[in-house]
């Protein structure tokens, strides 16, 4: 997987003067089915050499949740690798959306394993919003990172401290 790049938006929405959430989604298929921590991810997804990163993280939200990209200006977050050596570049962007309507693409893979059986399942199984502290308890390691640029950039405490 090492060289393998991704792009992806980190949508985020005001809960108060100082805190925001964020909208994260939970990956689909059997593997992540019954797990919470580490299991969720920001929409984002494979991008080739000729394609512009950021079309296709607005193409990755697109496929993966069902719905636009909500109307604003994204802000680029910067790159981050997760632990298979994938590099994730993000952008956030302030906008809301409905998390109980999300309609995701599916992937295909034999299920159970070694059965000869190949069953379809969605990408993203659902999605929801977050303050900062769940969201980084939620998320796969490698894009907590993630969390800690969006606080610096909006200019709240890393790590923790909201209201």
């Not at 393998?4 to 980190?10: F, I, N, P």
């Not at 949740?65 to 994204?74: R, S």
């Amino acid at each position: 997987m090492a060289g393998v790049r991704s792009a992806g938006l980190l949508l985020f929405r005001r809960a108060s003067p100082s805190s925001v959430e964020v909208m994260l989604a939970h990956m689909g298929g059997p593997f992540w089915a019954s797990r919470d921590r580490g299991a969720w991810s920001i929409p984002k997804g494979e991008y080739d050499p000729d394609e512009e990163a950021l079309a296709a993280a607005r193409r990755e939200f697109v496929e993966e949740i069902g719905q636009e990209v909500p109307a604003g200006v994204e802000f680029e977050l910067g790159e981050v690798a997760q632990a298979g050596g994938k590099r994730i570049r993000a952008w956030a962007l302030e906008g809301d959306i409905d998390v109980s309507r999300i309609r995701s693409n599916t992937f295909e893979m034999e299920w159970p394993p070694r059965s000869g059986h190949r069953r379809r399942f969605p990408e993203v199984d659902r999605a929801g919003w977050f303050d900062l502290d769940s969201a980084r308890g939620k998320l796969v390691k490698g894009q907590v990172p993630l969390i800690d640029m969006l606080a610096a950039r909006l200019g709240l405490p890393a790590g923790g401290g909201e209201d």
